[in-house]
């Protein structure tokens, strides 16, 4: 079974990568490859943290390395917070970023978002990158208890509900992750 490494050390990222590229590669986290610390993220986009991160991981320990980056991208807000998502506020505080975005858009700007998690995958072949989208609205306020990060104020195109008053089994069948993930397996399918 192929060896991958997975750059993150997040339990529910981590479950729904290995439930998408199945049982023919064991996928690791940082913890079981014994990488400890923080991982550079210097860049202003989406696809430079990632390909930066796996480029780290992959020059250190020389194995298959996969690492992604995600956004979430208000149309009104000139793509903000884009790739200061988890930060936006100042620190990797949830209420604190939503409330800065609901407070920068007014009632009359249009709320047409989209999270975009960009996938980088690197091996001796090469360097490979997959993005997932999905499209959606900012809702006016925070509604829902479930989920983390956005979820509470973000509405997925063709519902009524945020991400947060969906259950996680609906949320997974169309995040942005699993859509990059997903192009990542059939990548990888190809490839053996």
């Known amino acids: 079974m192929k060896k991958i490494c997975f750059a993150t050390n997040n339990l529910h990222k981590l479950e729904e990568v ?13 913890n ?24 780290y991981l992959f020059d250190k320990f020389q194995m298959p390395v996969f690492s992604d980056d ?19 506020a100042g620190d990797r505080n949830a209420v604190k970023n939503m409330d800065k975005v609901l407070s920068e858009l007014s009632p009359s700007d249009s709320r047409e978002a989209q999270f975009r998690a960009v996938v980088t995958y690197i091996d001796n072949s090469g360097v490979y990158q997959f993005e997932g989208i999905i ?14 990060g956005y979820d509470p104020i973000f509405i997925p195109e063709g519902y009524t509900k945020t991400f947060a008053e969906l259950s996680a089994e609906v949320k997974n069948t169309m995040s942005h992750r699993k859509r ?9 399918n190809k490839l053996n």
């Open 70 to 88: 995600s956004g979430l991208e208000v149309v009104a807000l000139n793509g903000r917070p884009g790739v200061h998502t988890a930060h936006y």
């Open 18 to 30: 290995k439930t998408i590229l199945g049982d023919r590669f064991e996928v690791q986290s940082l």
């Open 135 to 148: 499209k959606g609205t900012v809702a006016s306020e925070k509604i829902g208890e479930d989920g983390f």
């Open 32 to 55: 079981e490859i014994g990488f400890k610390g923080e991982l550079p993220e210097t860049h202003e986009t989406l696809e430079e943290n990632s390909l930066e991160k796996a480029q």
């Open 180 to 188: 990059s993930v997903e192009k990542l397996a059939a990548f990888l």
